[in-house]
Every structure is written in C-alpha cells, then in structure tokens.
C-alpha cells in the first residue's frame, strides 16, 4: 500500500473499545475538535467518567495533537496520562471507557460538516448497541494486552479484566491499576504470575472489564503492574527464541529409551518438569502441569532434550 501523501491525509478517530467500539470520527487539516459529555460539542462520549469537556484535538501544520481539558478523570495516550501530546499513527488515546486508534488515511473531497455528521450518527448507532453494555470491551488484536495493563495501571482502575482465547479464558483481578492475582481456566496449577506472563503471549482474543471483586487470595500478587510487564515481556522473548529450537509444541515426546543419561544428575526442577512430560506427552501440557513458568520449563526441556533424557516419538 502505497504511503498516505502528508499535503492530502486526513487523521481518523477509531474507537476500538468502549460504548463506542466500532464508531469513526475524521479530522481534517487546520479542524480542531472538542471531545466530552456535552451534547453540543463536536465528539460526544456520554458516560459518567467523561467530563463535560474532555479534551481537545487540533490538526494543524501536518501535526495531530491532544490536549486535556481540565478533566477529572484525566486522558491518557499509550498509557500515559497527558495535559498535551503530540499524536502520531497507532497511538491509542483513553478517554472514559473508549479507546480511540489514530489512524491516517487520504483525505476525502466534499463537505467537512456533512462527513462528521454521518460520524456522529453511526457513532450514536454503535452506541445504541451497546447500550447495556457499561464495561470497557475489545480485541487484543487491537489493544495487546500489555497496552490495556499499562492503560489500567496509570488511570488506577479497578475490575476483573476477563480475556477469553479458545479454549482459555484468563482473569486478570486489578485493584486501582494493580494486579492483584490472574488465572488460567480457573487451574490451581497455573500461579498468578505464571497466568499474567502466559496471557501477555497471546495475541488474539476478546477481552471485557467486569466490575471489581474483592475476595482475597492465599497468594496474591506484590510486584508492581510496570515490574511485572517488563518482567513478562524478557520472558516472552525468550521462550519464544527457546520455542523456536523445540519441537512443535503439540508434538508428542517422551522419554528416551534406552535411557542413557543418568537421572542421579537431575535437579528438582528438571525431575518435575521430566514428570511433567512423561505423564502428558505433549510440551503445550507440561507446561499446564508444573508451577515453574513457561521460560523456566522452556530452559528445562531444551536441557532435556540435547541431553537425551527426552526424545520425539513417531
């Protein structure tokens, strides 16, 4: 696809979460625009975490920029609350419940008023059909995990953040933008940290925002949301670099026989994720079946197999 000329591009407002998922809003060249409650103003959001006059977005010498209106819940741009930010494509910008993608796309000839007027009524549409819905939803297609987490994170809000990737459904419990504990399929063998660090692989999936539940758990979570994503995404990288010298991670594996090495010079770790696999088969449910996470039986299993404790079976 050929590059978007920078003298005719217009940038577009898609909002990709929230009562309004599904909705765009154009802005033309030197067009500023007024986002809030208000129903006289240019986008309106109405929700009660949305100030009567939000923000504002201007679109002058080729540069999008946003600007918080004095707002009490504040606006946010990748996770980080603003007063101003320069905006550029992919940014995606929090306001209330919605998440709005920036995009770029060529400008369109005809009558600015007429085009944000036919915005408007299929933003009012979208929002008629999720008008029972008062949680923030979406696709981790479109908002990766990582980016909602740090979006929680910095507006502190509080909820149980379900993820649901067939055949998994993960739950994420926030405490004003903290995580607080995670699970996998509800599985006692899967701990919070190792759920979080999993879920943050995945890259396809509907997530919702339920309201708080404030039970407690036995093991809760005490490292901070940043620590933990930065942590989570070392992880990510090297499992998958790890993966990638493994077989398929549905192959079927087993233990070598004869077995030539001797288990003597196994440690605990390796003995339990060896088990682990012996009584599965399969890597995809070792993984399940230990409480090591999947970086720590990915280190394991590349040992096991270079060592010949473990081989592919036909």
Not at 232 to 253: F, K, N, V, W
Request: aromatic share 6%.
């Amino acid at each position: 696809m050929p590059p978007v000329d920078a003298s005719k591009k217009q940038y577009l407002l898609k909002f990709i979460s929230g009562k309004y998922q599904g909705g765009e809003f154009p802005v033309a060249a030197d067009r500023e625009i007024i986002i809030g409650r208000s129903n006289e103003l240019d986008v309106v959001l109405v929700e009660d975490m949305v100030s009567r006059r939000h923000a504002k977005m201007s679109f002058t010498h080729d540069a999008l920029s946003i600007e918080d209106l004095g707002s009490t819940n504040g606006t946010f741009v990748n996770g980080e609350k603003v007063k101003r930010a320069k905006l550029k494509e992919g940014d995606r910008v929090l306001i209330g419940t919605s998440i709005v993608r920036v995009a770029v796309t060529d400008a369109v000839a005809g009558s600015g008023e007429s085009r944000e007027a036919e915005a408007r009524a299929r933003m009012q549409s979208a929002a008629q059909r999720t008008s029972n819905v008062k949680t923030m939803s979406g696709t981790i297609d479109e908002v990766p995990l990582v980016d909602l987490l740090q979006l929680f994170a910095t507006s502190k809000k509080s909820g149980v953040l379900v993820i649901t990737r067939d055949p998994y459904v993960g739950r994420v419990f926030l405490r004003k933008g903290q995580l607080a504990y995670a699970t996998i399929n509800e599985s006692a063998e899967i701990g919070p940290l190792k759920a979080v660090y999993r879920m943050l692989a995945w890259d396809t999936g509907f997530f919702e925002l339920q309201p708080p539940d404030d039970r407690e758990f036995d093991k809760e979570i005490e490292l901070s949301t940043e620590g933990i994503l930065m942590e989570g995404m070392r992880q990510l990288d090297e499992s998958r670099r790890l993966l990638s010298s493994l077989p398929a991670i549905t192959a079927r594996i087993g233990l070598a026989v004869p077995l030539q090495p001797p288990l003597k010079d196994l440690d605990e770790r390796e003995l339990s994720v060896l088990q682990a696999v012996i009584n599965t088969g399969r890597i995809d449910a070792a993984l399940d079946r230990v409480s090591y996470t999947d970086l720590e039986v990915c280190e394991v299993l590349s040992k096991l197999m270079s060592k010949q404790y473990l081989r592919v079976e036909p």
